[in-house]
């Protein structure tokens, strides 16, 4: 029986600090994948793009509760850290930072992060606490390893534009990559949510990209987009989704709002619920 290979785990910011200095030292580069765990075959991508562009690649398992409004889902978010480690073996991963809250938040921290426009509207007008909790996990983060590279999945599309934003004003010299959305054979988004689905409701998911598709390739053809994504969201609810927190098509770059798609590259975005498993997903028009 082949043996499961093993990625060294790391909690204390100190240990992770000493073995990312000596990596340095031996001239290696540094790729970084930050995650909250759950890992499925779309982080897994991100790790092996990470090894692509890097020597030596850290990956992050750390549910971040302040990224978490109070009546969202921190205490059931999934947790693995076993399988999780083992799967970043496989991947390639060369070290699992898996800091305790206690690690990453002093109980008198003050500190807080805006990044301002970009987290505004989208998933920023519905989950007003994720962005600024991102922010701030990820300038820890990007302090804490300081990787030459990161690798963000484009699947949390708003999340990779603030981030970019972030890094680029905060003079972090970390290049940020985004990586496209991997799905399953159904087209849907691949998410550590998905877990919460019954068959029933996965049947009701994998009808979110193509109603998606459909919203963009009519918008691609010039229609006004605000008919547009009135009709994907009611198509959404036939479908059987129980709610559409909403549907827009941005501009590609900071996501802002237009009428018509002219010649700027854009984005169709949509978040929904599914008794209580809010999806979202994205794609180019
Ligand atoms: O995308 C995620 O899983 C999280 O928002 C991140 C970037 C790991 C920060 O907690």
Redesign the pocket.
């Known amino acids: 029986m082949a043996d499961t290979p093993l990625v060294a785990i790391v909690r204390p910011v100190a240990d992770l600090r000493t073995t990312v200095s000596a990596w340095k030292r031996q001239g290696f580069t540094v790729g970084f994948v ?3 765990g759950a890992l499925h075959d779309g982080h897994l991508a991100l790790v092996r793009e990470a090894k692509e562009r890097a020597d030596r690649v850290v990956a ?1 398992v ?1 549910v ?1 509760p302040t ?1 978490f409004a109070a009546h969202e889902d921190l205490g059931a978010y999934p947790r693995q850290e076993g399988r999780d480690a083992e799967l970043l073996a496989e991947a390639g991963c060369d070290l699992m930072f898996a800091p305790s809250v206690e690690e990453m938040y002093r109980p008198d921290a003050t500190t807080t992060i805006s990044v301002g426009a970009p987290a505004e509207g989208l998933e920023g007008a519905f989950r007003p606490q994720m962005f600024g ?2 922010a701030l ?2 300038s820890k ?1 990007l302090n804490q390893v300081q990787p030459d590279v990161a690798v ?2 484009e699947k ?1 599309f708003q ?1 990779l534009i603030v ?1 970019r934003r972030l890094v680029r004003d905060l003079d972090i010299p970390t290049e940020i990559i985004g990586l496209p959305t991997i799905r399953d054979g159904h087209g849907l988004a691949l998410s550590s949510r998905n877990a919460y689905l019954s068959e029933a409701d996965l049947a009701v998911a994998r009808r979110l990209n193509g109603i998606l598709a459909e919203a963009g390739a009519k918008a691609a053809l010039g229609d006004p987009v605000a008919p547009l994504e009135a009709e994907a969201a009611q198509a959404l609810l036939a479908a059987g989704f129980d709610s559409v927190d909403y549907v827009a098509i941005r501009r590609t770059d900071d996501l802002s709002a237009f009428e018509t798609v002219a010649d700027a590259p854009a984005r169709v975005l949509a978040a929904a619920k599914i008794g209580r498993t809010r999806l979202i997903d994205n794609m180019a028009v």
């Open positions: 930050p995650t909250m992050s750390f971040n990224q909790g991102v996990v990820v983060l963000f999945g949390d999340q981030v």
